[in-house]
C-alpha cells in the first residue's frame, strides 16, 4: 500500500482514474487534496445551511457535506483528516475511511468541544483526503459489497437501502379501506395483512382473483419481488 502524491493525483485525474468534481488547485496538498464544505447542518436543527458562515454552539455536533464529488477506482481508498486549523479552534471529528470504489459527495460528522461558539465559513476547507492505493485490486468494491451511501449528494444521514424502503409506500384500495402498502417488506398495516397472505395462496395456485382489489396487490406483489432484487443487487 502506498499514498498517491500531489503527481500521482494530478495525473489519475488527468487520465480519468480518480474523479474530484470542482477540483480545485488551492485544494491540492504535497499528498493529499483538501475538501471543501457545500452545506452545514447543525444537530437538532432541520435547515441545511448552503451560504455564508455557520455558527456552531458550544459542545454541539454538526454535519458536512463536501463540494467535491469523488469517485474511486476499486484499488484506490482514502483516509480522512480533520484539518488542523480547525483543531486549534476546538473541532474534533472522527472520519471513516473512503472504501474503493465509492462515488459521491462526503457526508461527515464533527463536534465542537468548546464552551464558545465556532464559526465555519461555507466553502471553506475542511479536511484532508489521503489517497492510498490497495496491493491488489478489491474483488468487491463499496458499490458491490454495501454500497450504503454510493451516489449521494448532500448531507445524507440515512442508508441507502433503508431510504428507499421508507421511499415506496404505495395506496391500496380493497373492500372500501385505504391502506399503504411496504413492497419493499411486503407488508402493510394491521387489517390489510390477510389480503396479501390469501393473494400469496391464488398465485402460487394460479387462480385469478376474483376482486379488483385483489387484482392490485397481486401487481404490487410482483412490483415487490422486483424492488428486493434491485435493492439486493
Not at 52 to 67: E, L, N
Not at 115 to 138: A, H, K, T, W, Y
Not at 149 to 166: C, D, F, N
Request: glycine share 10%; net charge positive.
Amino acid at each position: 500500500m502506498a499514498i498517491l502524491s500531489d503527481r500521482d493525483i494530478v495525473e489519475s485525474m488527468m487520465t480519468g482514474y480518480i474523479g474530484i468534481s470542482d477540483y480545485h488547485e488551492r485544494g491540492l496538498t504535497p499528498n493529499g487534496y483538501d475538501l471543501r464544505i457545500a452545506e452545514i447542518q447543525v444537530r437538532g436543527d432541520p435547515e441545511v445551511k448552503r451560504e455564508g458562515t455557520v455558527t456552531i454552539p458550544p459542545r454541539t455536533m454538526f454535519y458536512v457535506s463536501t463540494i467535491e464529488r469523488v469517485r474511486f477506482p476499486s484499488d484506490i481508498c482514502a483516509q480522512l483528516w480533520l484539518r488542523t486549523t480547525w483543531i486549534r479552534k476546538g473541532i474534533i471529528g472522527a472520519f471513516g475511511k473512503i472504501d474503493a470504489g465509492f462515488e459521491g459527495t462526503l457526508t461527515l460528522g464533527a463536534y465542537n468541544a468548546t464552551d464558545d461558539p465556532v464559526e465555519i465559513p461555507i466553502g471553506e476547507r475542511f479536511c484532508q483526503m489521503v489517497f492510498e492505493s490497495l496491493n491488489s485490486e478489491s474483488m468487491q468494491d463499496y458499490a458491490k459489497r454495501s454500497g450504503n451511501y454510493q451516489g449521494q449528494t448532500g448531507i445524507t444521514l440515512t442508508p441507502r437501502k433503508q431510504r428507499i424502503g421508507r421511499s415506496i409506500m404505495l395506496p391500496v384500495v380493497h373492500g372500501g379501506v385505504t391502506a399503504c402498502y411496504n413492497p419493499r417488506r411486503n407488508t402493510c398495516p394491521a387489517g390489510s395483512g390477510p389480503v396479501v397472505r390469501r393473494q400469496r395462496t391464488q398465485v402460487l395456485s394460479g387462480r385469478q382473483p376474483r376482486e379488483p382489489g385483489r387484482r392490485v396487490i397481486r401487481c404490487l406483489h410482483t412490483l415487490s419481488a422486483a424492488v428486493r432484487r434491485a435493492v439486493s443487487g
